[in-house]
């Protein structure tokens, strides 16, 4: 088998990992993560050490937390290790957002609050992050020679004008910072931060791409 279609199968192949304690929840949760096209079933574990087992070997691209499962067990300890592997969507009730506060600020977790009609959120989180992880795929295993030959006007016009738009506002947020809840005002730096990682990301690529030789853009 070639390098290109085996990696493209073990890319197929990966699965979103549900990390619950109730057994009807992570049934109702796989369902609806599941009804998205071309989605793969999640892998379920339902205790903590088959967490961690599943999770050095399906090789996921999200994986989903109930802090329930956590119990007994440091929950910073639990997540540092799990977003270590994976971007992590944190259950659990409203008291416990303070505490992963700074996890969320750095954009390594999502925290869904474990009350109400939360299924839906928390499945769209997941279904979110997998779509990322395969465009993220698609962007780094394509070669220059199948981008357009005006890739970095693109990329300046098409990515870096909206993204002004949301750093502008963002910072507009954070100059009235005194009228926002502290973890609120994580959030709105955590877009200021990502915000300028990315307008730097895309000013390297579009150099890179306009730098390249004539004849390896067309190939």
Same mark, same amino acid.
């Given at each position: ?24 929840? *992570?049934?109702? /949760? +796989? !369902?609806?993560?599941?009804? #998205?096209?071309?989605?793969? &079933? =999640? @892998? $379920? *574990?339902?205790? /903590? +050490? !088959?967490?961690?087992?599943? #999770?050095?070997?399906?090789? &996921? =691209? @999200? $994986? ?156």
């Amino acid at each position: 088998m070639e390098a290109g279609t085996q990696k493209t199968l073990i890319l197929a192949a990966r699965r979103s990992l549900l990390g619950v304690a109730d057994p009807l929840v *992570a049934r109702q /949760l +796989a !369902e609806q993560i599941a009804r #998205s096209e071309g989605t793969a &079933p =999640p @892998a $379920i *574990a339902t205790s /903590l +050490a !088959e967490l961690r087992e599943l #999770s050095s070997r399906v090789w &996921p =691209p @999200a $994986i989903l937390l109930d802090d329930e499962l956590v119990r007994g067990a440091p929950l910073g300890d639990s997540l540092r290790y799990f977003t270590a592997t994976a971007p992590v969507i944190l259950l659990a009730p409203l008291e416990r957002q303070s505490e992963v506060a700074q996890l969320v600020a750095e954009g390594e977790l999502e925290f869904v609050v474990r009350a109400g009609d939360f299924i839906p959120l928390a499945a769209s989180l997941v279904e979110r992050r997998l779509r990322w992880a395969k465009m993220s795929e698609s962007l780094l295993g394509a070669p220059w020679g199948e981008f357009a030959d005006n890739v970095g006007a693109i990329f300046r016009h098409e990515i870096n004008n909206p993204l002004t738009g949301i750093l502008g506002n963002a910072e507009l947020l954070l100059a009235h910072r005194e009228r926002l809840a502290s973890v609120d005002a994580l959030r709105v730096e955590t877009v200021v931060d990502l915000a300028v990682r990315l307008r730097e990301t895309v000013r390297r690529l579009s150099n890179e791409w306009e730098s390249q030789p004539h004849s390896l853009k067309s190939a």
